[in-house]
């Protein structure tokens, strides 16, 4: 014997609309950051009074590797891992270390003056600090009483 199902149109339609929603969350979601090459490259940011931080993962990169660029409130990390050397008569069992250039952009929360940037890089971390722009910079206004 069939089961029959009551039909509930209200139920259809909210289907429908978090269907349209998932649809339209998709679209017009803005992306903070992008990538390109062989992964996603781990940072930190954080923003201080004066300056946005941002602390980079990127063992096996050689600092002069790594090329740094600010256009407009978008930071661009690019830089390359290289192959140090590879057996050729071996037959790997595990192998998991990437290799090759890659990409990470991500928005900055607000100006900065590229200028005055400060880049560090020690142990496979950079650590980049960027000023932040005068009209940016918190203001304090002073109350007086009369």
């Known amino acids: ?16 609309r978090h269907a349209m929603d998932r649809l339209f969350d998709d679209f017009y979601s803005y992306a903070p950051a992008t990538y390109e090459g062989y992964g996603v490259v781990d940072l930190d940011m954080y923003q201080t009074d004066n300056d946005i931080v ?13 090329k740094i660029s600010v256009t407009g409130d978008v930071l661009t990390i690019r830089g390359e891992v290289k192959v140090d050397e590879e057996v050729k008569e071996a037959n790997y069992h595990i192998r998991e270390r990437r ?24 142990n496979g971390v950079l650590n980049l600090t960027l000023p932040k722009a005068e009209e940016i910079k918190p203001k304090t206004i002073t109350v007086k009483a009369k």
């Open 99 to 122: 290799y090759g250039s890659f990409s990470r952009s991500v928005a900055l929360p607000g100006k900065v003056v590229a200028d005055k940037a400060v880049a560090e890089f020690k």
């Open 1 to 16: 014997m069939a089961k029959l199902i009551k039909w509930e149109p209200l139920r259809e339609m909210m289907g429908m």
């Open 54 to 66: 941002i602390k980079v993962a990127v063992p096996g990169v050689k600092p002069e590797d790594l």
